[in-house]
């Protein structure tokens, strides 16, 4: 998964964020007195955590073709 793939996500980003960690990015001076690893290491975990960015961005497990029922 490429970077420009999760950013260009950013509004699930934000709410994610907010909800997962409790982090309002728009709270002033907040991104300016963190570093680009602090924000990495939450955003790449909002990808392992039930979170709006995991459902987008994950796909869902195929189900093998022997265990599908037919209609």
Do not use: F, N
């Not at 709410?15 to 570093?35: F, K, N, Q, T, W």
């Not at 994950?58 to 265990?67: H, I, L």
């Amino acid at each position: 998964m490429k970077w420009s793939q999760i950013l260009g996500e950013w509004p699930l980003v934000e709410a994610d964020l907010h909800e997962v960690y409790g982090i309002d990015v728009g709270a002033p001076g907040l991104l300016a007195e963190r570093s680009w690893r602090w924000l990495r290491v939450r955003i790449l975990g909002l990808l392992s955590a039930e979170s709006r960015l995991a459902r987008r961005l994950t796909p869902e497990p195929e189900t093998p073709r022997a265990a599908r029922r037919p209609h």
